[in-house]
């Protein structure tokens, strides 16, 4: 309860009493909270109050609003490590003990389809490249988290679509081709939306927030051997980045 004759502020006794019953189960993950008014008759407290409380809540990771909607509790997010992405297709599918990646399509496209294609892996202006082109889901801990898009050149792996429909190890399609073993990812990031094909995939509202992060996979050699987009719910995980010296 809240006890207006303590020393500590309002605010921060709602909090604490909204995070209990998130814990406790009374709030339980996508559920919504009461409204800002239901509160203040509630407790006998503010709306500025109330309005404090949820925001710090809203911004600590523990609940998100929908406009028009209300505040809603937010569903526990698994950790990404943004830099941990390691080409070919996420290793080929890989599944381990807590990821599990599905296939959606295996297509073929060019550079001329594509433009930016073009100039990601720096075709020349006269030239026609054909690639792979891999969309594919990821899961983790058995939450639906992403959708990525894979982009990679025929000219180097002409068989890598069988490769990825059987899940050949990644190591035997590098046999022989040592110069152009992944080393190097630079990625970009940025928040987009949902379109209508995207969150019947990820089984999402459409128009829901989504981070995306593009990866340029490149080769010891400096060659790019891949590029990859991955949309990640934004409600569903939490990206993790690491910087050394």
Known sequence: MINKYSNEPLYSQLKKMIVSKIKNGEYPPGSKIPSEQEFCECYDISRPTVRQAISELTNSGYLYRMRGKG???LESRSAVHAKTYTGFTDS?????AD????????GELTNKELPKLGG???VRSNQIIS????KYTSKIDGDLVSLNTSYI????????????RNKKPSYDILRGKYPL?????KSCLEVVYTQQNEAQLLKVPEGQPLIKISNTILSKSGQVVEYVISKYKADKCKL????SK
């Not at 080929?92 to 381990?96: H, K, P, T």
């Not at 050149?153 to 990825?164: H, S, Y």
């Open 71 to 73: 505040t809603f509790v």
């Open 92 to 96: 080929i599918l890989d599944n381990d």
């Open 99 to 106: 990821s599990e990646q599905k296939l959606i399509s295996i």
């Open 120 to 122: 990601i892996f720096s």
């Open 131 to 134: 690639f792979a082109h891999i």
């Open 153 to 164: 050149p025929l000219n180097l792996f002409p068989n890598i679509a069988e490769d990825v």
């Open 181 to 185: 073993v992944p080393a190097n990812t």
């Open 240 to 243: 993790l980045f690491e910087n």
